[in-house]
Nanobody, 125 residues
Framework: VQLQASGGGLVQAGGSLRLSCVVSGITFSRYDMGWFRQAPGKEREFVTTIRWSGGATYYADSVKGRFTISRDNAKNTVYLQMNSLKPEDTAVYYC???????????????????WGQGTQVTVSS
């Protein structure tokens, strides 16, 4: 199983970035997908998740209204559109797949079965 995240970079506050995560080795359309982030010295935290069908999404309060998660099951890809970025959004962003729980949303790190390698997002002030 591979989750390959990309799209990170350096951006000024107020700017935008779009992250992508391409998944292989699992039946992508059967998995809920999530994005997490981890800043230096902090624990990994939940950002957002999307249902396997794309029919439901859930966001952390810190990103609600600024970030949008979406997916393309034909391309085995989940996206994270990040707008109005703030310096406190600086972190390594990870995508993750969850396929065993029947409830939604799953917001805990331990709830996810597979993880990508992460992509760095740095927001300058």
């Amino acid at each position: 199983v591979q989750l390959q995240a990309s799209g990170g970079g350096l951006v000024q506050a107020g700017g935008s970035l779009r992250l992508s995560c391409v998944v292989s080795g699992i039946t992508f359309s059967r998995y809920d997908m999530g994005w997490f982030r981890q800043a230096p010295g902090k624990e990994r935290e939940f950002v957002t998740t999307i249902r396997w069908s794309g029919g439901a999404t859930y966001y952390a309060d810190s990103v609600k209204g600024r970030f949008t998660i979406s997916r393309d099951n034909a391309k085995n890809t989940v996206y994270l559109q990040m707008n109005s970025l703030k310096p406190e959004d600086t972190a390594v962003y990870y995508c993750a797949a969850e396929g065993t729980r029947t409830y939604f949303p799953v917001t805990g790190v331990s709830g996810y079965d597979y993880w990508g390698q992460g992509t760095q997002v740095t927001v300058s002030s």
